[in-house]
């Protein structure tokens, strides 16, 4: 504990490095962890955190780095935020636990208001709150099952919904995810992505939105039935599967096309929601009002939340007690989410997504024009990525994407690899991070390329 200092907005805006990243200290305890830790959980940046804020990780051994990873899309609304911190205080101070399922409390019920306000159409809603991405969607798919009276779950290639057992079966790649786990859930049935990047017919022209999702339809009508599907769920922007942008029309499509077949269309915003492209919830991008949207990640400024909300006729399709588990809603989590969407609120944060999100674009399209590795350019808002190809093909280029992410790594730059073929760096800097900053952080970037194209 004597290690931690004060992180959050005041914590200077600075890159610093005064060891070698990792250092001396981080070493120390990373040699301790290797006796303690399981090695599953593996840290791609194994420098020990101690204070963080702003757009800045600070480390044990005093270096500042800066941070294009939130978390993975978690602090949005910046570490430490102020009105997370205080909220949570004052939880905390009241009550940490009694367990909604036995002794209710206020907050929960104001956070579902707000979800239901907040979320995408302006039908009556219902919310349940859980504490992890998976857990909201394997709830989604309880609910959509228990509504239509059917077992069929449609997911996507590339897609990434979790690691809990259901929610390995929906996601696409194997290793790290899946691999020796299984059995795996049944009924989950794996359709095409829309993917523009890689989506040419065999003329070479572009498949559109709603070409693509006729391919899903046929699938579906082929192999599944659409009268045995529960649900259709997909990231609305794809997060670990490599920031994938679907085709315009691809969703619409499919949201029509659940209507008129009595199937549940559930958005996974678990990565692209809470303002991180730009809008509250990436499902406004093309106006698309799913019937239910699960929310975790950027929701609670860090603590371990997640929900499901959606219309009320189908989120009360399941009986009383059918939903909920111990520690669903926990008091001081809800509080940071509504510290957290106080600041959503009121501090411009959108704005910044976009902004954020403007810089990168001009950034990479410049890397772009000199390095014809950098074979495409995508994302929303401060949902941003590059994927990196062999030169003169298509051909995935991981190891380019490897060396680039270490070369910031070393030099106090958090950048994440991310994609289906390790091949796209992916940039999720919290939305409370400066333009300097962000800038500083892309000039390490093309040092990076420079470097390991030369
Ligand atoms: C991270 C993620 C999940 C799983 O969330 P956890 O909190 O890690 O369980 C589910 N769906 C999407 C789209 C995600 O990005």
Not at 50 to 71: E, Y
Not at 281 to 299: C, H, M, N, R
Request: aromatic share 6%.
């Amino acid at each position: 504990m004597t290690s931690l200092e004060k992180g959050g907005p005041a914590l200077p805006q600075e890159r610093k490095i005064v060891t070698e990243i990792p250092g001396p200290k981080s070493k120390e305890i990373e040699a301790r962890r290797t006796k303690a830790v399981a090695q599953g959980v593996a840290s791609g940046y194994p420098a020990y955190i101690v204070a963080a804020g702003g757009g800045i990780l600070k480390d044990i051994d005093g270096n500042q780095i800066i941070d294009l990873a939130a978390g993975i899309a978690v602090t949005n609304v910046g570490n430490a935020n102020e009105n997370v911190v205080k909220r949570v205080t004052e939880q905390v101070e009241a009550f940490t636990h009694t367990c909604f399922m036995v002794n209710p409390y206020e907050n929960y019920v104001e956070l579902a208001e707000k979800l239901n306000q907040l979320t995408p159409g302006s039908f009556d809603k219902r919310t349940v709150l859980l504490n992890s991405g998976a857990e909201a969607v394997e709830n989604a798919v309880k609910i959509a099952r228990t509504y239509t009276k059917r077992n069929a779950v449609v997911v996507f290639d590339h897609a990434y919904h979790g690691r809990t057992n259901l929610t390995m079966a929906m996601t696409a790649k194997v290793a790290p995810y899946k691999h020796g786990f299984g059995p795996f859930a049944g009924e989950v049935y794996r359709a095409p992505m829309s993917y523009p990047f890689r989506d040419n017919d065999a003329a070479g022209t572009k498949l559109s939105g709603e070409d693509a999702a006729k391919r899903v339809i046929t699938m579906i009508e082929k192999q599944v039935g659409a009268d045995q599907v529960a649900a259709i769920v997909i990231e609305p922007i794809q997060g670990e599967g490599g920031f994938i942008v679907p085709a315009e029309g691809f969703l619409p499509t499919l949201v029509d096309y659940a209507r008129e077949n009595g199937i549940v269309f559930v958005a996974d915003e678990v990565q692209a929601g809470f303002g991180r492209t730009g809008k509250m919830f990436a499902s406004e991008w093309e106006g698309i009002e799913p019937d239910l949207v699960t929310t975790a990640k950027g929701i609670a400024g860090g603590l371990p939340l997640s929900a499901v909300t959606g219309r009320a006729e189908i989120m009360d399709a399941v009986g009383a007690g059918g939903l909920g588990g111990t520690y669903g809603g926990n008091p001081s989590a809800v509080a940071a989410a509504l510290g957290a969407i106080e600041s959503y609120e009121n501090e411009g944060l959108l704005e910044r997504a976009s902004a954020l999100g403007d810089i990168m674009r001009s950034r990479m399209e410049a890397l772009q024009s000199k390095f014809p590795e950098v074979a495409d350019v995508r994302g929303r808002g401060a949902m941003q990525a590059c994927e990196l190809v062999q030169r003169d093909s298509i051909e995935p280029n991981p190891n380019l994407a490897k060396a680039v992410a270490k070369h910031c790594a070393d030099n106090a730059v958090l950048v994440l690899v991310t994609g289906t073929f390790g091949n796209v760096l992916r940039f999720l800097p919290p939305l409370t991070m400066s333009d300097e900053l962000l800038n500083e952080a892309f000039d390490v970037l093309e040092e990076a390329f420079e470097k390991a194209l030369s």
